[in-house]
């Protein structure tokens, strides 16, 4: 009997793994919930809640197959070591076949496995191309993202992107489905506004596709604009794989793995940029474990003031891009790309706060949380991650709100405070509200722009 153990890769199609499961014969499926090690890493209530509804779903997709999917708590990755190896015992596993993951604690865990005699066959399906294929001249990892980026296209023009198939049915049976705890009113609501991978799959990608992706390059920048794909939750718990997205894209424009520069290859330079994030943790895992890409900044006197962080977490800076941007976050369990920027630099650069308190908030929040794109957006916006933005770039808020929120829809949308405030008025309304005698309905910006921006650049000089 052979075992298909899920872990990030919460499909039935384009799974290797489950498919070499199947073709060696007899198969069982299991899913270990480690509720104590999701706490560790910070999960979100809401990611938690989306891999719960998948792994209802891949039930009823295995169950078609004729595989039921054990669902069993184990509580930490100790606790999967002992579970996993009595599960091995009890139902005569020969061979557990499984796909990889490429953070520290994971690979840990997989070792200690293999040393203590569990047959693991681990296969790679959490990236594009091939981790250790996208390498220097002298076999080393890149650490500028553009000859990264031109280096990963030479290898993803010889790939195939045809997805595996869903295998083929073992047997005809019935099969008990696995039955997703239930949860709050509020946290059902917000997963409401996510269909499952199923969906996605069958409309959402062909909807993008046709609809949206021309338009992605000139709308991805406007929060107030549904102009992504949103498509980041389901890479994260492996529901979708990026091969079956580039399918998708190429079935759609065929060529465009020949133009990096052409506007097609703007939604694809998101997918190269995740690649490049979990190359990077694969090659210097000792990021897993919140170290400074650049060490030069292992000293940078940050000012970690308590209350202005607190004042971040429930978007009360005073800048109202900032605010609306966090409330949504909060909100929703999702944040627009462009404003995570913003409100990353804004942290790390205008408050001078450390870039870790803001990865962890963001993984406590987000339904997308993954640690390598977590990690590498954190540390590029704080400047001391691989290739990140020079530290002397410093995001202006309210610049960044006229250009990407001009007529202030965004903001009015998570900023009640200010929904009758003129558009021109509205990125920074300090002035405007005080003339008005409106002061009490907004509260002061923490921090002035300006004087923010001088003091950081001293600070990161100083390093």
């Given at each position: 009997?052979h075992?298909?153990?899920?872990?990030?890769?919460?499909?039935?199609?384009d799974?290797?793994?489950?498919?070499?499961?199947?073709?060696?014969?007899?198969?069982?499926?299991?899913?270990?919930?480690?509720?104590?090690?999701?706490?560790?890493?910070?999960?979100?209530?809401?990611?938690?809640?989306?891999?719960?509804?998948?792994?209802?779903?891949?039930?009823?997709?295995?169950?078609?197959?004729?595989?039921?999917?054990?669902?069993?708590?184990?509580?930490?990755?100790?606790?999967?070591?002992?579970?996993?190896?009595?599960?091995?015992q009890?139902?005569?596993?020969t061979?557990?076949?499984?796909?990889?993951?490429?953070?520290?604690?994971?690979?840990?865990?997989?070792?200690?496995?293999?040393?203590?005699?569990?047959?693991?066959?681990?296969?790679?399906?959490?990236?594009?191309?091939?981790k250790?294929?996208?390498?220097?001249?002298?076999?080393?990892?890149?650490?500028?993202?553009?000859?990264?980026?031109?280096?990963?296209?030479?290898?993803?023009?010889?790939?195939?992107?045809?997805?595996?198939?869903?295998?083929?049915?073992?047997?005809?049976?019935?099969?008990?489905?696995?039955?997703?705890?239930?949860?709050?009113?509020?946290?059902?609501?917000?997963?409401?506004?996510?269909?499952s991978?199923?969906?996605?799959?069958?409309?959402?990608?062909?909807?993008?596709?046709?609809?949206?992706?021309?338009?992605?390059?000139?709308?991805?920048?406007?929060?107030?604009?549904?102009g992504?794909?949103?498509?980041?939750?389901?890479?994260?718990?492996?529901?979708?794989?990026?091969?079956?997205?580039?399918?998708?894209?190429?079935?759609?424009?065929?060529?465009?793995?020949?133009?990096?520069?052409?506007?097609?290859f703007?939604?694809l330079?998101?997918?190269?940029?995740?690649?490049?994030?979990?190359?990077?943790?694969?090659?210097?895992?000792?990021?897993?474990k919140?170290?400074?890409?650049?060490?030069?900044?292992?000293?940078?006197?940050?000012?970690?003031?308590?209350?202005?962080?607190?004042?971040?977490?429930?978007?009360?800076?005073?800048?109202?891009?900032?605010?609306?941007?966090?409330?949504?976050?909060?909100?929703?369990?999702?944040?627009?790309?462009?404003?995570?920027?913003?409100?990353?630099?804004?942290?790390?650069?205008?408050?001078?706060?450390?870039?870790?308190?803001?990865?962890?908030?963001?993984?406590?929040?987000?339904?997308?949380?993954?640690?390598?794109?977590?990690?590498?957006?954190?540390?590029?916006?704080?400047?001391?991650?691989?290739?990140?933005?020079p530290?002397?770039?410093?995001?202006?808020?309210?610049?960044?709100?006229?250009?990407?929120?001009?007529?202030?829809?965004?903001?009015?949308?998570?900023?009640?405070?200010?929904?009758?405030?003129?558009?021109?008025?509205?990125?920074?309304?300090h002035?405007?509200?005080?003339?008005?005698?409106?002061?009490?309905?907004?509260?002061?910006?923490?921090?002035?722009?300006?004087?923010?921006?001088?003091?950081?650049?001293?600070?990161?000089?100083?390093?």
């Amino acid at each position: 009997m052979h075992l298909m153990w899920f872990r990030s890769d919460l499909r039935a199609v384009d799974n290797l793994a489950l498919c070499d499961a199947m073709s060696h014969g007899p198969c069982k499926a299991l899913f270990l919930l480690t509720d104590r090690q999701w706490q560790q890493h910070h999960w979100s209530e809401i990611k938690i809640a989306f891999v719960q509804q998948h792994l209802e779903a891949l039930s009823q997709e295995l169950a078609v197959l004729g595989i039921e999917l054990d669902v069993i708590e184990a509580h930490d990755f100790n606790g999967q070591i002992d579970v996993l190896t009595r599960y091995c015992q009890l139902h005569g596993i020969t061979r557990v076949f499984a796909n990889s993951e490429p953070e520290i604690n994971e690979i840990n865990r997989d070792n200690k496995l293999i040393a203590q005699g569990i047959p693991l066959s681990l296969y790679e399906s959490d990236v594009i191309v091939p981790k250790g294929q996208v390498l220097t001249g002298s076999g080393e990892m890149y650490k500028v993202f553009t000859p990264f980026k031109m280096a990963w296209l030479r290898q993803a023009k010889r790939q195939s992107y045809v997805p595996y198939s869903a295998p083929q049915a073992v047997a005809e049976r019935r099969i008990n489905h696995y039955k997703a705890p239930a949860i709050s009113k509020s946290l059902a609501d917000k997963l409401h506004k996510w269909p499952s991978a199923w969906q996605i799959r069958s409309q959402g990608l062909i909807g993008f596709f046709k609809q949206q992706h021309l338009q992605y390059h000139a709308k991805r920048d406007f929060p107030a604009i549904n102009g992504t794909s949103r498509l980041s939750p389901y890479l994260a718990i492996g529901a979708i794989s990026g091969k079956e997205v580039v399918n998708q894209l190429l079935y759609h424009v065929p060529m465009v793995l020949e133009d990096a520069k052409s506007d097609s290859f703007a939604w694809l330079n998101e997918l190269v940029w995740r690649d490049f994030y979990r190359h990077l943790i694969f090659h210097f895992p000792e990021l897993c474990k919140g170290n400074n890409f650049q060490t030069k900044y292992d000293g940078l006197n940050w000012r970690n003031d308590p209350d202005e962080f607190k004042a971040w977490c429930n978007g009360k800076t005073g800048y109202p891009i900032v605010d609306a941007a966090m409330r949504q976050l909060v909100q929703t369990g999702w944040m627009h790309n462009r404003l995570r920027m913003i409100v990353a630099s804004f942290l790390t650069k205008h408050l001078l706060i450390d870039w870790r308190w803001g990865e962890q908030f963001f993984m406590q929040h987000l339904i997308d949380g993954d640690l390598a794109a977590n990690n590498g957006g954190w540390q590029w916006a704080a400047s001391t991650g691989c290739d990140a933005q020079p530290y002397f770039r410093i995001f202006n808020p309210i610049a960044q709100s006229e250009k990407f929120d001009p007529d202030g829809d965004f903001i009015r949308m998570y900023v009640p405070e200010l929904k009758d405030i003129p558009a021109k008025k509205i990125h920074f309304p300090h002035e405007y509200l005080a003339q008005s005698q409106q002061q009490d309905n907004y509260w002061p910006a923490i921090v002035d722009h300006k004087t923010a921006r001088l003091r950081a650049l001293e600070t990161y000089k100083a390093c």
